[in-house]
Nanobody, 128 residues
């Protein structure tokens, strides 16, 4: 049974940092893209960042560029999201996701329907 477990969320002041982790169990996902999504109250879940199988290709939404860094460690079957200079608008439930499909090497999926397994979410709260 595949499980994605997120951790690292919490309460932080604006300008602070958090590092989210997403560890997969049940099988390895070394060959597949992974991503972070978030959902704020009253809003739809949306992509934040994505990373291809070897970390050589990444994607960020404009509002987090320069502040967030996505990475992965195959040995630990884990993906990370380092979040620096957090802002109140970053507050949300953060979800990790992994795809179970092969894509062209030049393509990095960022749509929710392109990912097959999801974590339960971890809350990030940013106080102003």
């Amino acid at each position: 049974q595949v499980q994605l477990i997120e951790s690292g969320g919490g309460l932080v002041q604006a300008g602070g940092s958090l590092r989210l982790s997403c560890t997969a169990s049940g099988r390895a996902f070394h060959s597949f893209p992974m991503a972070w999504f978030r959902q704020a109250p009253g809003k739809e879940r949306a992509i934040v960042a994505a990373i291809n199988w070897n970390g050589g290709k990444t994607y960020y939404i404009d509002s987090v560029k320069g502040r967030f860094t996505v990475s992965r460690d195959h040995a630990l079957n884990t993906m990370y999201l380092q979040m620096n200079n957090l802002k109140p608008d970053d507050a949300a439930v953060y979800y990790c996701a992994v795809s179970n499909r092969y894509f062209d090497p030049s393509y990095l999926p960022v749509g929710q329907n392109e990912f097959d397994y999801w974590g339960q979410g971890t809350q990030v709260t940013v106080s102003s």
